[in-house]
């Protein structure tokens, strides 16, 4: 960009430069993906025959596939819990309460603002700072990709699956080890680093002072959490909270007519976490049902009759999660609002960050 002289008048900032715009034209494309998506997936769909086909879902399948549902997001509460109980946990209440208005806010706002919703309530209801709290959120995020690594590879020995699929398998594989090892760096060199980030932020002033104070926060977090017990029992409940989703997967599958075994809903689950790995629509919508669609394809279900699982599955588990997740919204503290505003402010933050340092 032209430096500026001085007395120059400022000029306007080029329409593509200008955040606004830019966020704007990536939420076209996102919501252009998911169309495209759901194009594909309902592309010669038969919805007579598909609203016929739901009078023979299996309601015994069914509402334990939604108990199984619920029970995920508690089991994931009790793990956030395990991850912050050096810094100072909240009660497995406000925990689970937390996720569900993360959920309800995924389901809303495209890009996945939830992970940082859930955050900023936690912070909010505790003393804890909002990178700390961040951090016990990536610390989240990698043992379910340890756990997804290792569920993958025992799963590829029992059922079949393409090299495409293996290959993403891989590259999660590596994305894992990337990530524990830049874990043991911090645990290692953390303090080396915290001491020169208190340094170097004590010379700094304004934005990048703030910066850095963020980066300081986030590592003390990752240092008190990596060293403490508490996080093999993290480690623990994240394969009892992956059982409790192949589990979903597997009774919907059943109460669908889709009589596979255990295998392959676990593989069925896997590549949805793969196809909707990126932040994307609100609620996933368009990746979710592609994934589902192109998993269950690979076992031999025709388009129509995935298309049709990947909507129920989808509406089925959505509602509730809907439901819970407004109520925990109406009964905390804090409105929608005030979270958007607040993901808008740090959005600014960071984005005001990265213009100041090119």
């Known amino acids: 960009m032209k430096k500026r002289v001085k007395g120059e008048v400022d000029q306007p900032v080029p329409i593509v430069e200008h955040p606004g715009i830019r966020r704007a034209l990536l939420h076209v494309l996102i919501y252009a993906a998911a169309a495209a998506s759901l194009a594909w997936v309902l592309y010669d769909f038969q919805w007579g025959d598909f609203l016929e086909n739901l009078k023979f ?20 509460a009790a793990r956030w819990n395990y991850v912050l ?15 569900y208005v993360g959920l309800f806010t995924n389901e809303i706002l495209p890009l996945r603002s939830g992970e940082f919703a859930r955050a900023y309530l936690v912070s909010h209801w505790t003393q804890l700072g909002y990178s700390v709290v961040l951090s016990s959120v990536a610390i989240e995020r990698l043992l379910d990709g340890i756990w997804l690594a290792i569920a993958f590879a025992v799963t590829a020995s029992q059922v079949p699956l393409p090299p495409l699929i293996r290959d993403g398998a891989k590259v999660l594989g590596l994305v894992v080890v990337a990530s524990t090892t830049l874990l043991i760096a911090v645990l290692a060199e953390g303090l080396k680093v915290t001491h020169a980030l208190e340094r170097t932020r004590a010379g700094g002033h304004g934005i990048m002072s703030r910066i850095l104070h963020f980066i300081d926060r986030l590592f003390e977090g990752l240092q008190a959490i990596g060293h403490s017990a508490s996080l093999y029992c993290a480690a623990g409940t994240s ?23 255990f295998w392959v809903a676990a593989a069925v689950l896997f590549i949805l976490h793969l196809g909707t790995a990126i932040p994307n629509a609100p609620a996933n919508i368009g990746s979710y049902q592609v994934s589902c669609v192109a998993a269950l394809m690979l076992f031999g279900v025709d388009k129509a009759t995935a298309a049709g699982f990947s909507l129920v599955m989808f509406a089925i588990l959505t509602v509730p999660l809907l439901i819970l997740g407004l109520l925990a919204l109406l009964f905390s503290d804090i409105s929608l609002q005030d979270i958007r505003r607040q993901l808008h402010h740090k959005l600014a933050f960071h984005h005001l960050a990265s213009h100041r340092g090119r």
């Open 239 to 261: 394969v009892l909270l992956l059982l409790v989703q192949i589990l979903t997967v597997w009774t919907m599958m059943r109460g669908f007519g889709l009589d596979y075994s």
């Open 85 to 99: 109980k050096p810094l100072g946990a909240p009660s497995l209440f406000r925990s689970t309460q937390a996720i």
């Open 57 to 76: 879902l299996d309601w015994r399948w069914v509402v334990p596939a939604i108990a199984l549902d619920i029970l995920s997001y508690v089991v994931q």
